[in-house]
């Protein structure tokens, strides 16, 4: 089987060729701009399709590669066969006993919106697609990356069985009926099993549902044993509110050294992600791309990326609708506080469906200088809940209604 796992591994790439192998750009032609208004706005929706390649786009792509690399060499590796052994007398003594090693476990963090999910994706499509690795003499199918998420109560069990389940889809198998009779204990042995037989990278994302849960600890404790039992490679993906809790303890922080992107600095890799972004007008008057257009959206999307694509196509909406057809700093403006709107009118709904459930009057005092506007940036800008701001900053008087 030497070497048969690895030959099937794509090239690896690097520099320009991997750049533009990464990017996605729709199909467009400048002459849209002459087409009726509902051709305009549904071609409009192809913003959301671009992908233009940043640090972090290469980032991942190598760490990823790499990790998947290390795994598919350990499968090779003749201490597999005695890992397979032990893993077969786990399932019924249920004790674990790593050989192979638990050092390929790392972390992608970075502030929501940032692009994480769609680097990770887009460096899985390049590196494997929807393909799998697959030997004959023996027969063996692997799956370069599985790809879950956290359970929001970190339940061990459920994050266990939605692996199975991915596998299951993944290669055509049947291994969620078998361990959905298993007690958690008895799974982690087999799921241990299964991932070193047909796991390359496990991958784990919205990996920050763990904090100030009491199941967290319960959870990394049942992903550090798959590590150490099977020998792949584990990504923890989050925010940087995990950052913390995994720094907390030592046995934690040595296993989630990775990448971390905890800001969006304007710099070269933002303008050049705006400068692009903004050729795709689909309104009737063209408008270059200016240093003026990306300053404003840097200071309203504090450089997340996915915000920067959010205010571009309401602008360009509300330009399209309102007959303006162009771009400038007015309609920006117009659809920025439009969207700040929205939210307001959220919080508002909310506060009178509290006020109609529990017949209270509620009396909103604002603190001096600042607006649930100004709120609603910061939430945005540090990953921090509105509903939470608007209750640290405000004070809320509740009356009795007789």
């Known amino acids: 089987m030497n070497g048969k796992l690895l030959s099937q591994l794509p090239d690896f790439l690097c520099e320009n060729e991997l750049v533009e192998r990464l990017k996605i750009l ?5 002459n849209i701009a002459n087409e009726t208004m509902p051709i305009r706005l549904l071609a409009l929706s192809e913003l959301y399709d671009i992908y233009i390649p940043s640090q972090l786009s290469v980032d991942v792509y190598n760490k990823l590669y790499m990790a998947l690399l290390r795994s598919i060499k350990k ?42 999910s769609s680097a990770i994706t887009r460096a899985i499509s390049l590196i494997f697609g929807n393909h799998f690795i697959e ?25 266990l069985l939605e692996i199975v389940r991915i596998l299951d889809a993944t290669l055509d198998g049947d291994y969620l009926q078998i361990a959905q009779r298993y007690t958690t204990d008895r799974l982690i042995g087999f799921v241990s099993q299964i991932c070193l037989n047909h796991v390359g990278v496990l991958i784990v994302d919205e990996i920050q549902n763990v904090v100030n849960n009491k199941n967290g600890d319960k959870l990394i404790g049942a992903l550090t044993q798959i590590i150490n ?19 907390s303890a030592p046995h934690l922080e040595r296993r989630t050294i990775g990448l971390r992107y905890l800001r969006t600095d304007y710099d070269d890799d933002f303008i050049h992600f705006c400068k692009n972004l903004l050729k795709f007008q689909y309104v009737q008057q063209y408008t270059e791309p200016s240093e003026k257009f990306i300053n ?8 997340v990326t996915s915000t920067v694509v959010s205010l571009f196509y309401r602008a360009q909406e509300l330009a399209i609708m309102s007959n303006t057809e162009k771009l400038s700093i007015d309609i920006f403006n117009a659809s920025y506080n439009g969207m700040i709107s929205m939210q ?14 529990s017949h209270k009057e509620i009396t909103i005092h604002h603190s001096d200088g600042v607006n649930i506007a100004d709120l609603y940036n910061y939430s945005q800008s540090n990953n921090y809940d509105l509903l939470t701001l608007i209750k640290n900053t405000f004070t809320v008087e509740e009356v009795e209604i007789c």
């Open 26 to 30: 729709p199909n467009y032609n400048i």
């Open 296 to 303: 404003w959206l840097y200071a309203h999307s504090n450089g």
């Open 75 to 116: 499968k090779e590796n003749d201490m597999m066969v005695k890992q397979q052994r032990i893993e077969n007398t786990t399932n019924t003594i249920q004790t674990y006993n790593g050989i192979i090693g638990g050092a390929d476990s790392f972390t992608i963090i970075g502030v929501s919106g940032i692009g994480k």
């Open 135 to 159: 030997t004959t003499d023996p027969y063996q199918r692997i799956a370069p990356f599985i790809l879950v998420q956290c359970p929001f109560d970190s339940s061990v069990k459920s994050l």
């Open 229 to 247: 039992s099977s020998g792949i490679s584990i990504c923890m993906v989050g925010t940087p509110e995990c950052l913390h809790w995994f720094e």
């Open 344 to 357: 307001v009118e959220k919080v508002k709904k909310k506060n009178s469906q509290t006020v109609n459930k």
